[in-house]
DNA sequence: TGCTGTGAAACCGTTCACAGCT
DNA sequence: AGCTGTGAACGGTTTCACAGCA
């Protein structure tokens, strides 16, 4: 009983925009937990350091949630936005590949939330398997990562593992089932029908601030 | 003489095109390694996924590459390319939070490249202080980070701290006199004069993967 | 012929400005 | 009076289309 019922369209919503109604929502729940009741766009807007008239267009592509003349009623906007988005509930991960990043994330506050709980690993290393990560995630083989996703209602896999490996794995994800795959792996993967896929690529992300650095005043 | 003369703006590189032209330098890697001498910008947009025309406006940023009627030669531009972005040298980079996403990196291939070489660690812990990473890197107080940075020409501060101390060890690194941040913290951070940040935001990652999922199709 | 480099057009996201409501 | 929700203006990026060249 997910509250899927007259959902309103995610779709149209750019990757920005996604973005944005993310941390709007983390902003929520810090303002909730500091008693506040109602918040204006503008006020959102100082919180996030963005402009007013974004917010209320980013609010708009999902509903109407304001009361003109007062602003938004956080508790209400959360719960609203947090049920559109999905993030009211948790989601089942699971990480391929158990080196040092998988179970660093396997393990980390990052995954482990409110929205989303790792429940294993898994690894092509027999010496592994069988074990667990320091916080108690089980690391299996991942030849049974179908069979696994499957029972443990998997719907999102994180990709761990070296780039060579990463194709292999992705599409392994992918045809056990899972809807999204997160890809940590400095490779392009995919693209396949029904699952969508989000590269978090840790190489990219040095060299683009690398490159953005302004040239050393000499 | 890291051939600095006569470098083309690198303003004007919008967040995107920055992004594109580290994968574009990445596939003339790949291009190097498997002998391609020439290829033509329909030839590079088919390996990236992008249109030939970005490719092109993208290098016209930062000069002229290409022979008409012919197209761009792989080693040449690769050369070119990587002079202009600044990543033909290796940088230094330091990593405050000796945590296990911070080892992680610290040891990752992704970090330690042609490009990066991670030659520290920070922590605050003193039980950690003194250790090394699994691959030998020094584990160091956050107290000496001012001196380290120095010490180590480091240019460049990775923050894989928790997100009540982000905004503290953000500030220690600018002021350490790193040129950019590269902040894994689930925490807005700065800005600094003279510093660039860039956050990866690990739980926003999974966070807005989890949100453009198309919904189940029940 | 086939490609690059580039002005022009189309597209998309952001910001402005205001009508309408409380 | 102050705010939301939104049409219209703006600005930037992507794509198209072609002139110029090997």
Do not use: C
């Not at 909730?32 to 007013?52: F, W």
Request: no cysteine; charged share 20%.
């Amino acid at each position: 009983m997910t509250s899927a019922a007259s959902r309103p369209r995610r779709e149209g919503l750019s990757e920005a925009a996604t973005h944005r109604l993310s941390l709007l929502l983390r902003s929520l729940g810090v303002l909730e937990a500091e008693g506040v009741d109602t918040i204006s766009s503008p006020g959102l807007a100082q919180r996030l350091g963005v402009n007013a008239a974004q917010i209320r267009k980013d609010l708009a592509h999902l509903g109407e949630f304001g009361v003109r003349g007062v602003g938004y009623h956080v508790a209400d906007l959360r719960a609203r936005l947090g049920a559109i988005l999905g993030l009211d509930r948790v989601r089942v991960v699971v990480i391929v590949g158990a080196g040092h990043l998988g179970q660093a994330l396997a393990d980390s506050k990052n995954f482990n939330g409110e929205s989303f709980r790792v429940d294993a690993l898994f690894d092509v290393d027999g010496r592994k398997v069988g074990g667990r990560s320091r916080t108690g995630v089980p690391i299996r083989h991942t030849g049974t990562l179908r069979a696994s996703v499957e029972e443990l209602g998997a719907e999102i896999g994180v990709l761990a593992v070296p780039p060579e490996s990463a194709e292999a794995a992705a599409r392994a994800l992918a045809e056990a089932g899972v809807r999204g795959i997160l890809n940590f792996a400095p490779a392009t993967v995919g693209p396949f029908a029904g699952t969508t896929v989000k590269n978090v690529d840790l190489t990219l992300s040095l060299e683009t601030l690398a490159i953005q650095l302004t040239p050393a005043a000499t």
